[in-house]
């Protein structure tokens, strides 16, 4: 049984961020869509290239709460709670941008050094080491801000607040953007995990597409784990899990009574 609770998301990214601390270095195309068969990889792609979900999202509006409720525990735990957030997102962003601008700057280089291609190709492909190196550890530290984030949602008891639309999207952003790091750094179990969190908190959250093409991913590289470790009933457990938000991604991002959403049925049934 999986450990529960705040304790067990800490514990997790403590022994993650440890780990990485150690390897930081180291379906079917489509013309015609009813005369060329997909690919699995096509119909439920992997990224998305706008809107919360994005690698770029909307700037994370204020909350107009604070002078609404009465209890200052739950008011303090809310402002605190923004606060990482926006710390987090805004300090990944400058990171961000920066290593853009200096891998832009790196590629524009030429040097009288470099006589051949393959020297060239050498100093981008160690540039970029260290430019993932830089973005890991950003990525590194708003995890950090975004956990200390949910142990504040976890403090705020006050009814008034947690029924309110504006609490439930800051738990939701919060919830999307930790995850999005935790995909972005393959850990896949706790990408899993509170992928699930994020669309049990309403309807409207489950109706997404999104959340649904990544829980597919990571239920397929934890399905290739537990093959790996030869644990039929992991095997069996993450493979109906992919089936299923697999099945739930076609539906909303395609309709039901799409080609592409028959193309999935058709190859998923076939694992």
Known sequence: MKPKGSFALYRGIFFFVLFLSFFS????????????????????????????????????????????????????SLQQTEDYLSKAMDSF??????????????????????????????????????????????????????????????????????????FLDLRAGVYREFIKHQYALQNFNQSAEFLEKYISLDPKFN???EPHRILTHCYERLYLGAKRSKSPEGMEYYLARKKKHGILYAEKAYGRNSYEFKKVLELLAKE
Do not use: C, M, Y
């Open 25 to 76: 270095d180291s379906l079917f195309s489509q013309e015609d869509p009813h005369d060329r068969p997909k690919r699995l990889e096509v119909l439920i792609p992997e990224s998305a290239k706008e809107g919360p979900w994005s690698d770029t999202p909307l700037e994370f509006k204020d909350l107009d709460l604070l002078g609404d409720f009465s209890e200052d525990n739950s008011k303090q």
């Open 93 to 166: 962003k400058h990171v961000s941008d920066s290593v853009k601008q200096k891998r832009e700057k790196e590629e524009s280089k030429t040097l009288e050094s470099e006589r051949f291609e393959w020297q060239r190709k050498t100093r981008l492909e160690n540039s970029e080491r260290a430019f993932s190196r830089e973005i890991n550890k950003a990525r590194l530290e708003s995890i950090r801000l975004l956990a200390l984030a949910i142990k504040n949602l976890e403090k705020i008891a006050n009814p008034k607040i947690k029924k309110s639309e504006s």
């Open 207 to 209: 109706d997404e597409a």
